[in-house]
């Protein structure tokens, strides 16, 4: 039995909890919200963003985040990535040398650029920080529906050692050394989600949607593999997994998003609506960003910006990208081959 406590009481943090305290873990689950929390001790369940999904006896809920923090062998950070920096800064101090931190959430940062792994190693100096992620919409490892997802970590031990404590009968979890294919996969993917929410919105199809799928994957699978992440994760749990998943989910946020900006709300009418997270805007930018320094054309990815933050129509946003240039989908020196 492992002793954890996950930073987060939101609906991934609660429904992992669920599933660790299925497998005989000792957990916590903190956060400094305390309406969320004493809700949580309350009902024992999360009304609003888990509904329905019942919590056991021995799962413990608390406020005191700073004193769930030592004596734990796994924190796991389950914040919405634009707060996991202002977290760590917060509670570095507090985190022991060598900690493991398995990390769940799914972002870069506009401004550095980083993975949420980078942002904690670089608040957490000594922490040993592995990622968690792939096709796993809280709502339905809350219910215990088969779920598949990987664990990438530095070294093989650590991921065992956290592939064991997660791994049940109905979450099955792959390792992998791949951290920066891994979370750059989790968090491209909602800017991806954010397109095919928008293709719904205006009424289009299946086929739009595959399109979207596919050439997103390709645009995802070019710039990761140009910052030195292997090509095959774009093709397992955390890239083209994770990318149907949430193009295709009612539960995903990021494409209900996307097709409330194709119905005709703004970016900011659609994060209100959503009323949770929707971390495709910022992973926008940085992926913008990125594909900009590494030199990689990346067009969907270019045409979520100007729909989010230059109000351009999503419907011309669309024709444009239709009606680019003539391409090869293989690279063109094939043919000499
Ligand atoms: N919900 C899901 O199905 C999945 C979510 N994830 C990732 O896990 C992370 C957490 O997701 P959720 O639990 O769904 O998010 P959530 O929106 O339910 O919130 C998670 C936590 O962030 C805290 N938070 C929200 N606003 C805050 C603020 N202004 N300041 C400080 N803390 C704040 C909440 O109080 C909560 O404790 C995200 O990065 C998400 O991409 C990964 C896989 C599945
Ligand atoms: O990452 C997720 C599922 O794997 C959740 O996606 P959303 O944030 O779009 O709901």
């Known amino acids: 039995m492992a002793k954890i406590s996950i930073i987060g009481a939101g609906s991934w943090g609660t429904a992992l909890g669920l599933l660790l305290c299925n497998n005989g873990h000792d957990v916590t689950i903190c956060s400094e919200n305390e309406k969320e929390i004493e809700s949580l001790k309350e009902h024992r369940e999360h009304l609003t963003k888990l509904p329905g999904v019942k919590l056991p006896d021995e799962m413990k809920f608390t406020c005191d985040v700073r004193g769930s923090l030592s004596g734990q062998d796994i924190l796991v950070m389950a914040k919405a990535s634009p707060y996991v920096r202002t977290t760590c800064k917060k509670y570095a101090a507090d985190i022991p040398d060598g900690q493991l931190i398995v990390n769940v959430a799914k972002g870069v940062e506009a401004d550095t650029l980083m993975t949420m792994s980078q942002i904690i190693e670089e608040e957490v100096p000594g922490a040993n920080v592995v990622v968690l992620s792939g096709p796993s919409h809280a709502e339905e490892v809350g219910r215990g529906l088969p779920t598949t997802i990987v664990v990438g970590a530095h070294d093989r031990e650590s991921a065992l050692y956290v592939q064991n404590v997660f791994m049940s009968p109905v979450f099955r979890v792959y390792t992998s050394p791949d951290i920066t294919g891994i979370e750059l996969g989790g968090a491209l993917k909602n800017v991806i989600a954010l397109a095919a929410g928008t293709a719904d919105g205006l009424g289009y199809g299946d086929n739009t949607k595959a399109a979207l799928i596919t050439r997103g994957i390709a645009e995802i699978a070019r710039l990761g593999t140009a910052m030195g992440a292997h090509a095959e994760t774009f093709y397992g749990l955390s890239g083209i997994g994770d990318l149907i998943v949430t193009c295709a989910s009612v539960h995903s946020r990021n494409r209900k998003a996307g097709y409330l900006i194709g119905q005709g709300r703004t970016m900011q009418q659609a994060m209100d609506e959503v009323q949770m997270i929707v971390e495709g805007v910022y992973s926008a930018k940085a992926?913008?960003?990125?594909?900009?320094?590494?030199?990689?054309?990346?067009?969907?990815?270019?045409?979520?910006?100007?729909v989010l933050f230059e109000n351009k129509n999503p419907k011309q946003a669309v024709d444009e990208l239709m009606q680019r240039m003539k391409k090869d989908e293989l690279a063109p020196d094939l043919w000499e081959r």
């Open 287 to 306: 992926g913008l960003t990125l594909s900009k320094k590494f030199g990689i054309e990346t067009p969907i990815i270019q045409a979520v910006n100007q």
